[in-house]
């Protein structure tokens, strides 16, 4: 069985501060996805990053990094000098590399950033 | 502009009603799942499909029925039988390979 865990259920901070979002799995697949997902007011999820779990590097893009450590079985997510654009829940996911594709999410972290 | 649609945005029903919820993707992807959320949850498995003509019980698909008879559509029926119906319901696709899956905007089904 898949299981994720998002132990922070809610995050404040002031913009431009930094912050990371935790996200630790589960898993009994050898290789697997990992995702992270962006929902914002409005509803709608917002692919943000997909990593393999036999790739291991860390992924910068702008002002998001990825942190992917499997001894950990962790995959955090750092937004670097937050905006108020950010404010949202971020879900983090895992699915299967194949047979049941269908995403584990865990339970969210809501992040608020203000102004 | 490629991308996957839900309507209505917003649906109320009584107690009793079957219910359709429509999903439409002209993405030409393969895949294609039904997904709840409740409010402070996160997202929960209701049915999904790989292949026009199949589709399998996800992790809470009691009370739920959905056919695909259309690569690019895929319905869930909410029935009676759903105990407690009113949530947010999202349609996503995906293309079965790289993993990904995309969402369309959701539907909030409130059931009184």
């Known amino acids: 069985a898949q299981k994720v865990t998002q132990a922070q259920t809610e995050i404040s901070v002031v913009e431009k501060e930094d912050v990371t979002l935790d996200c630790v799995y589960e898993t009994r697949d050898t290789t697997y996805y990992l995702f992270w997902y962006k929902q914002p007011p409005s509803g709608e999820l917002v692919f943000l990053i997909r990593r393999n779990s036999f790739d291991e590097q860390n992924e910068i893009s702008g002002r998001y990094s990825w942190n992917f450590q499997k001894s950990t079985s962790s995959f955090n997510f750092t937004i670097t000098a937050s905006q108020v654009v950010d404010s949202a829940v971020y879900f983090c996911a895992l699915s299967a590399y194949t047979g049941r594709r269908a995403l584990t999410f865990g339970s969210g972290t809501r992040l608020q950033v203000q102004p | 502009d490629g991308g996957i649609t839900q309507s209505p945005k917003y649906l109320f029903r009584k107690e009793g009603q079957n219910v359709t919820l429509s999903c439409e993707q002209n993405l030409n992807h393969d895949a294609m799942y039904w997904y709840r959320q409740d409010p402070g949850q996160g997202l929960r498995l209701i049915y999904y499909?790989?292949?026009?003509?199949?589709?399998q019980k996800g992790d809470i698909a009691e009370g739920y029925s959905v056919s695909r008879e259309k690569k690019e559509s895929f319905p869930l029926t909410v029935t009676s039988a759903q105990k407690n119906p009113t949530a947010f319901y999202l349609c996503?696709?995906?293309?079965?390979?790289?993993?990904?899956?995309?969402f369309g905007p959701g539907t909030r089904l409130t059931v009184t």
């Open positions: 499909s790989q292949i026009v003509n199949d589709f």
């Open positions: 996503a696709s995906s293309t079965g390979l790289l993993g990904e899956q995309y």
